[in-house]
């Protein structure tokens, strides 16, 4: 089982910035990739983007590409996401994910609570 918590969200006006955390718990040495998704009203849950257990790979959906940046403390178990230059389609709830590996993330059963951004126009 692992445990996942995010903090971070809020409202915040275009243009400008948020990080998101998400700390992770429990038999995290078996899930070791990490991402984020977020779900605004009325739509599917999207990949924004996820993180190899080390560090070394990332990926990113094109929507955020240059503008947001994943990156984790690893002795911390803690998965961070930089959210700059925000536009109000960012609005959604960001959701944290762990797996085994980045393309198993979509599919894995252990996901946090959820954190809301609101980005104003």
């Known amino acids: 089982q692992v445990q996942l918590v995010e903090s971070g969200g809020g409202l915040v006006q275009a243009g400008g910035s948020l990080r998101l955390s998400c700390a992770a718990s429990?038999?995290?040495?078996?899930?070791?990739?990490l991402g984020w998704f977020r779900q605004a009203p009325g739509m599917q849950r999207e990949f924004v983007a996820s993180?190899?257990?080390?560090?070394?790979?990332?990926n990113y959906a094109d929507s955020v590409k240059g503008r947001f940046t994943i990156f984790r403390d690893s002795a911390k178990n803690t998965v961070f996401l930089q959210m700059s230059s925000l536009k109000p389609e960012d609005t959604a709830v960001y959701f944290c994910?762990?797996?085994?590996?980045?393309?198993?993330?979509?599919?894995?059963?252990?996901w946090g609570q959820g954190t809301q951004v609101t980005v104003s126009s």
């Open positions: 994910a762990a797996a085994t590996t980045q393309l198993d993330l979509g599919r894995s059963p252990y």
């Open positions: 429990g038999r995290t040495d078996t899930y070791y990739a």
């Open positions: 993180i190899s257990r080390r560090g070394l790979s990332t």
